[in-house]
């Protein structure tokens, strides 16, 4: 597409982008280190030849197994940021989008653009219906995009993501099927900027010729990934241990491992299938690093009584999610409170969570009763998603963290 500021093309990135690359980001380190994720590694050190290796590698591999799609930002054929869809998810048709874009082409629309374009790929191409982008409260500039590309906030999300030293608040923008602007979220972006006066663009440094990493870097990084791509692999094979998580709230509710027993008791409604609650007990068979998580059995007296999943683990932003189902009446949030305090402070002390988070059905007074007791904070109302429990619809996103969680347990219950 066109602008007053250049014409943009999204592409797959290239090996021989590594020089622009490493150019354009240490030049602009004060603008885009604040928001990026924080890295023992100075910044320098964080733009190698290697770490490019990794990322290119990582795009290439991701983006063909459909859980990622990394693009370069192209500007009248210059390189100018990088702009990709991050967990995309199928079952939900969902996915997060971030980018980053060379300061002199700020101000001028671009990233705006290309935003749009990605979106309008991935809901008219990909199939999916919902793209989210979380975004620090204070980066004002990609907040007023987010807006102008059409995109709607639908949360705050309490110290979200580790970025420039500091955990911090980041809004959550959503783009979907059922709100897109007529002819497109890039059309509308375009629309605004259409009357912008076509500054020139000068760097006063000139860009680097393009340049790939030397064979041997190549090489190296594609041993290193597949090592590390196979040591994933190996862990997941390992068998989750046994789990019994008490309160000291309510000696009587605890959470147990599920057992193949559990999936076929009549006694306790599923939310699923029989199929689907088989093939996520063998999927979760490594416990909290699969895909469906650590899967508990919520036992009152001795009784099952529901379902709780403690899943989403993300190592690099010490975060997760929880998901509860109960199969007995619950109107004060009673049960369902002393399992997510369990939960909670299994996240935060065994496995070092910083933020945990839930989406439960919107105007579920027990599923609220049950969250205000556990110390989460509602931060907002999620429209039309697909929750956890498979039932698509408006959801409510509780979280609590580790702050708010200590907190919580030096206030008697």
């Not at 602007?181 to 006066?197: I, L, Q, W």
């Not at 690093?289 to 099952?304: F, K, N, Q």
């Not at 199969?327 to 945990?356: M, N």
Request: one cysteine or more; proline letters at 6%; aromatic letters at 6%.
């Amino acid at each position: 597409m066109s602008l007053p500021g250049g014409t943009i093309v999204l592409r797959p990135p290239r090996s021989a982008d590594f020089a622009r690359w490493r150019q354009i980001r240490l030049l602009d380190q004060r603008l885009i280190e604040p928001y990026w994720g924080t890295s023992p590694l100075g910044w320098r050190a964080r733009h190698s030849e290697r770490v490019w290796v990794r990322e290119f590698l990582d795009a290439v591999v991701y983006t063909r197994l459909g859980r990622r799609l990394a693009l370069v930002i192209e500007v009248d054929g210059c390189f100018a940021g990088q702009i990709e869809l991050t967990a995309i998810d199928r079952r939900t048709r969902s996915a997060e989008m971030g980018f980053w874009l060379d300061s002199v082409r700020a101000r001028r629309g671009v990233s705006t653009v290309a935003a749009g374009m990605l979106i309008d790929f991935a809901l008219e191409q990909l199939g999916l219906e919902r793209i989210v982008a979380p975004i620090s409260t204070d980066n004002a500039p990609v907040l007023r995009g987010a807006a102008v590309c059409g995109m709607v906030r639908e949360a705050t999300m309490a110290r979200y993501f580790d970025v420039g030293g500091e955990r911090r608040d980041h809004e959550l923008w959503v783009a979907t099927v059922a709100a897109a602007p007529p002819g497109g979220y890039a059309a509308r972006t375009v629309e605004k900027y259409a009357g912008m006066d076509a500054d020139p663009v000068e760097r006063l440094v000139a860009l680097e010729p393009e340049r790939a990493p030397g064979p041997a870097t190549l090489a190296a990084g594609v041993v290193r990934f597949a090592l590390g791509w196979l040591r994933r692999r190996l862990r997941r094979l390992r068998r989750g241990t046994h789990e019994l998580i008490t309160s000291g709230v309510r000696p009587d509710v605890v959470l147990r491992s599920r057992t193949l027993a559990d999936v076929c008791r009549p006694a306790v409604p599923k939310e699923h299938s029989m199929i689907h609650e088989l093939t996520t007990q063998l999927r979760g068979w490594s416990g909290l690093t699969s895909d469906p998580g650590l899967i508990l059995v919520i036992e009152r007296a001795g009784v099952p009584v529901g379902q709780a999943r403690l899943y989403g683990l993300d190592r690099f932003n010490r975060s997760a999610r929880v998901h509860l189902h109960l199969a007995v009446p619950d109107p004060d949030g009673d049960i369902g409170a002393t399992a997510l305090r369990a939960l909670i402070d299994t996240a935060f002390e065994r496995f070092g969570v910083l933020r945990l988070s839930m989406t439960a059905p919107a105007g579920a007074p027990a599923t609220a009763a049950a969250a205000v007791r556990a110390g989460m904070a509602s931060e907002g109302i999620l429209r039309e998603i697909v929750g956890p429990g498979g039932r698509r619809g408006d959801h409510e996103l509780w979280a609590v963290t580790v702050e708010a969680g200590a907190r919580q347990r030096s206030v008697p219950a």
